[in-house]
């Protein structure tokens, strides 16, 4: 988050070639801060600031910049000299930020990377996107089970300076298989000559490499984590994934949600961020398939056209008798796509569901129908011969197509989970569409039933 | 999360008073694992293992339990019986289940907590639900600047048993005002002869105790945090906000967002546990307000009835006009609601965000407008003499009604942000009823202007 207060200063800063206020620029603050300050300027700019801090801090620093500021500073300072910056990056920073840099950049730069992060970045660049392995780090400190408390203390002391976190400690044999976990907590607290396989915590809940992100969010929230251990195929440790990254997952994951369910294909990037030609292709391509839905329901009306004495009321009611639906629609499809991103109902839960939607869909049915009975009895009272048909028509139709909705809304983000799609897909519009379609027929079919 | 799994295993042991087995099951398993194991059990069953756990074990696995199993537990037990348990839980999760127990319960149970206990939770309990000081905890660990590192090692080994983290330690004054933090790992890499004031880091990022939870989850995000430190009005330390907590945080707020854009009132438990009637009342409220402000779509047209030689047609057209202006105008909604929930956007960007919205208005309603143009052409093409007045009328009405729907859907989140409001309050069905009305006025106006 750009913050332009220390700007000038910063500028006065790079005129004057003030080394010493560039230095204490980047060591007194929080590097988050030092990111949001430094972000307004130019790319050479910031690199000759980050210049003047140790490399560590270097890393930290940028690690806070908008991904497109990082994705520019890599591709255009001189490779040789952001070569030790991308080789002190988290593992799973990295891999993430170079997945934007361009890939003739890419090429030239990871051969200059030290052999150890090099075959990292090439194992965590093979885990697709939104999977344990893309969101995990391979920094953490390991330990083996013959060690007393007091060795283990020095082992991670010496491990510490390049490990994400030392507060879970993870213990593993020859082939890297997990053991059991000690926390830094218990190391500080236990007898310094008790052997670690007495004091580390075994039967460990872990993640595979290939699960989803939301998964790992999930089961580290739950169990009130600071990190979760994720093995791969044969078992092995490959990595953990930390609070920190499951907060950034969370966050990232809601707003996907909730960007799907407004009809907008997810951004990569914050909106501001994104370009207008961007926006207009992740929106055009849901509203014309919205709009050919709405053509549908033209041609329905136009090939079942109510005779002309009733088409005045008619026509009146058609916003209301879709807008009850649709609304009562998404109001149950915000309600199971929730619940079933939390994880509050499962696949099991399935006729439960339905069961409460369709008594939910009669009981608010129930009460619009009423309302609308009676309102629509008022505005046509001087309009027709017979108003109480016409509330009668207005009335049922209302209580089928609300029924309708809260079964549509329920029922098939509920489908799309169990075919593996995201139920966020099933977004309001996408209510809205089916119950404009539906509604109408059901308003057609009622009134030419009750009118004879 | 329920699971039934080893249920028929619990009911032999309760029925056998199999006591090693019982122990066994609250020693081993993760507290949250044993809370979802047992939770199908009754609450006196549930009591009778629990009696087999250490007091702090028993606390630990109690606050896994689903929220409403933990207040029937509470207002079930004997209260001599359940009171050291009440003692032992964190004092912020004790203020969140104590909310829920009978008045008459938590009366009797307060005085029976010991005095420390007692004070802490009738200060937590004066916060606001939403605020910092609502979901910090008092459980800190703490010390002066004038130890020495081993000493201060010491202190932390002494608090460490009711301390809910021990990774960050906070330096405070004689009269707790914050000084400083010095994290474990800090105090276990430093040398054990330095001073406390030269490790610790000074300056840091606090919020305060009225500060919106949102925005302590947004800071520690931001900063990467394990725990931020939470500051009362005279700036002394009240309490920590931990990781864990902010995840549960971040998720509720995400959740009862959607539920907002839903237009569902947010739910206080989850969707299986939340009673029919409760649920009847929370969609009801909202479905009768759009339901109003339909009946006034319907007045609009009753007034503006259109010529009858162009009624059929303008009826055809009605449901395309209304779904593209607030299709759009959810996706505007819904792009800059999340963009205010994650900061993405500030008041500051207010003029942009309208800019790009009046743009983003006339390429999606443009495209629109030109679908509109022929496929109404198509349509009407054998019904009325002259079909190009059509298209054209649904053209110009569809782009102006796209283009009022991105600005509705942009400004009125912002507007209700700068009133202090949740802008999720802008829900999807909002959005809809303000462009059916908006929408119908264009319509008709198009409509009998262009055919004189």
Chains 1, 2 share one sequence.
Request: proline share 4%; net charge negative.
């Amino acid at each position: 988050m750009t913050n332009p207060l220390l700007l000038p200063e910063l500028r006065e800063m790079l005129a004057e070639n003030d080394v010493e206020g560039m230095q204490e620029f980047c060591t007194t603050l929080h590097p988050a801060r030092a990111a949001d300050f430094a972000e307004g300027l130019g790319v050479q700019e910031i690199w000759r600031i980050l210049d003047h801090a140790e490399p560590e801090r270097r890393a930290e620093i940028f690690h806070y910049f908008e991904p497109e500021k990082q994705v520019e500073i890599i591709e255009t300072i001189d490779l040789d000299l952001i070569s030790p910056l991308v080789a002190d990056l988290a593992p799973d920073d990295r891999v993430d930020i170079l997945k934007d840099v361009d890939k003739a950049v890419v090429d030239e730069l990871v051969p200059r990377l030290p052999a150890d992060e090099r075959r990292d970045f090439v194992r965590l660049r093979a885990y697709p996107e939104g999977t344990a392995g893309a969101v995990m780090t391979t920094d953490f400190a390991r330990l083996s089970d013959d060690m007393t408390v007091s060795q283990a203390l020095d082992e991670v002391r010496k491990q510490a300076k390049e490990k994400e976190t030392i507060y879970y400690v993870f213990v593993v044999d020859q082939e890297d298989h997990l053991q059991g976990l000690v926390s830094l907590r218990q190391l500080v607290l236990a007898d310094s000559d008790q052997q670690i396989e007495n004091v580390m915590k075994r039967g460990l809940v872990t993640v595979s490499v290939t699960d989803d992100q939301e998964d790992v969010a999930r089961k580290l929230a739950r169990f009130d984590f600071l990190a979760i251990p994720v093995v791969d195929d044969e078992d092995r440790l490959a990595g953990i994934v930390t609070h920190d990254d499951v907060i950034d997952v969370v966050i990232e994951e809601a707003t996907e949600d909730a960007h799907r369910i407004g009809a907008v294909e997810p951004l990569r990037e914050g909106y501001l961020q994104t370009s207008l030609y961007t926006l207009t292709w992740k929106r055009l391509a849901w509203l014309v398939l919205f709009f050919l839905g709405a053509l549908i329901t033209a041609l329905v009306m136009r090939e079942h056209e109510p005779p002309s004495v009733v088409l005045v009321w008619f026509m009146l009611f058609v916003p209301l008798v879709i807008s009850s639906g649709g609304n009562s629609g998404n109001q149950s499809a915000s309600l199971i796509i929730t619940a079933l991103t939390t994880g509050d109902i499962t696949r099991r839960d399935w006729s439960r569901v339905v069961v409460r939607e369709l008594i939910m869909g009669l009981l608010l049915g129930g009460v619009l129908a009423l309302l609308g009975f009676f309102s629509s009895w008022l505005i046509v009272a001087e309009m027709v011969p017979n108003p109480a048909v016409t509330a009668l028509v207005v009335g049922s139709t209302i209580l089928l197509v609300v029924l309708c909705g809260t079964l549509t809304g329920s029922i098939l983000p509920l489908v799309f989970h169990r075919l593996g799609w995201d139920p966020a897909l099933m977004s309001n519009a996408f209510v809205a569409c089916i119950i404009d379609i539906v509604g109408i027929v059901i308003y057609l079919y009622v009134a030419s039933l009750l009118l004879g």
